[in-house]
């Protein structure tokens, strides 16, 4: 067996790593959960939409005329299966990555298994709307959403703002790009010295939550249920890196998620439960727009995406026919 024959053959490819997603996908048929979300991303548009379109042609008697046509077939195309047509492009694309991995090239009857391959798998995308996999199978319809999100998100995907827009955009959020600044935080603690104490003292902790959001004084809360603190927070604005000296990881991440005035449920530690409440924040300075304009040029890229995502969403519903029940159960 030559190697453009066990290139094709079941499962085996001389070198799969060299061909990229979209043509190893072609070559090679895998089983399921071995297959990426990016190679099949070309497969689920077409059974979303180019197999449909073969299958209303063929419903309409185009089939036979298309089996017809020989070589009089339309000029981008290499076949026709069904009425769908598998474009020139992608086949001379399969057929310049299989080149490189051949030094003597390819000879006809590789060309040939070339496109016996791609007529294999268009088949398989039609059978595959046909026994509506796309709304049966649960897997293959999150990878069809995905594709087709990533088909709208691609046309922005390398937007390249102009310098002045781009810096519009960071002046305009530059609390977004700023470091993560300094918070001044107050706790009760309640300790636990074993862990047979671990019950009493989150009662505690949740009587102190339950009686602080309710109205009561922060500090008499704190005198009547807390506990002495290990290293007392100061009371003064910290910077991250400090607070988590004090409080921990777990507990200097709640802190600092929480809106000004918020009071966090029992977070855990390894010394006991803290409840929490950020008196203040202060926002960090922000870097200058030359030492993050990669991230700033990637958060761009992310919103335009996000905008062009919901637009293409809109104009879906607005040309679809949608009913939702008034009183959902």
Avoid: W
């Avoid at 030559?2 to 895998?30: M, V, W």
Wanted: contains cysteine; proline residues 7%.
């Amino acid at each position: 067996m030559d190697d453009a024959t066990r290139c094709f053959a079941g499962n085996l490819s001389p070198h799969p790593d060299h061909l990229p997603g979209g043509e190893r996908s072609l070559l090679l048929p895998q089983s399921p959960p071995a297959v990426a979300r990016r190679p099949q991303t070309r497969a689920l548009l077409l059974l979303a939409a180019g197999a449909a379109l073969g299958i209303v042609l063929a419903a309409a008697g185009l089939v036979g005329h298309a089996r017809g046509l020989g070589d009089s077939l339309p000029s981008d195309a290499v076949a026709v299966v069904n009425g769908q047509v598998i474009r020139t492009e992608d086949y001379e694309r399969v057929v310049g990555a299989l080149t490189q991995d051949r030094r003597d090239g390819l000879a006809d009857g590789d060309r040939r298994r070339v496109v016996d391959r791609l007529i294999d798998e268009e088949l398989l995308l039609q059978r595959g709307l046909e026994l509506g996999m796309a709304r049966s199978d649960s897997r293959v319809r999150k990878d069809l959403t995905f594709a087709v999100i990533d088909s709208v998100m691609a046309d922005v995907g390398d937007t390249q703002p102009s310098e002045a827009r781009l810096r519009a955009f960071y002046d305009k959020r530059r609390d977004f790009f700023a470091g993560p600044g300094r918070l001044r935080v107050r706790q009760i603690f309640c300790r636990t010295p074993t862990n047979a104490d671990a019950p009493m003292a989150l009662d505690r902790a949740q009587q102190a939550v339950r009686r602080v959001r309710a109205g009561e004084d922060f500090d008499a809360v704190k005198r009547a249920l807390g506990d002495p603190e290990l290293a007392p927070l100061p009371d003064a604005p910290l910077p991250p890196t400090k607070l988590t000296d004090y409080l921990g990881p777990t507990a200097a991440r709640t802190a600092a998620g929480l809106k000004r005035g918020a009071i966090s449920d029992p977070v855990r530690s390894s010394t006991g439960y803290h409840v929490l409440q950020l008196l203040d924040r202060e926002a960090g300075p922000a870097p200058s727009l030359d030492e993050i304009k990669p991230q700033v040029l990637a958060e761009y890229r992310r919103r335009a995406g996000d905008r062009a995502l919901r637009k293409y969403l809109d104009d879906l519903r607005s040309r679809a026919d949608v009913a939702v029940r008034q009183k959902l159960p």
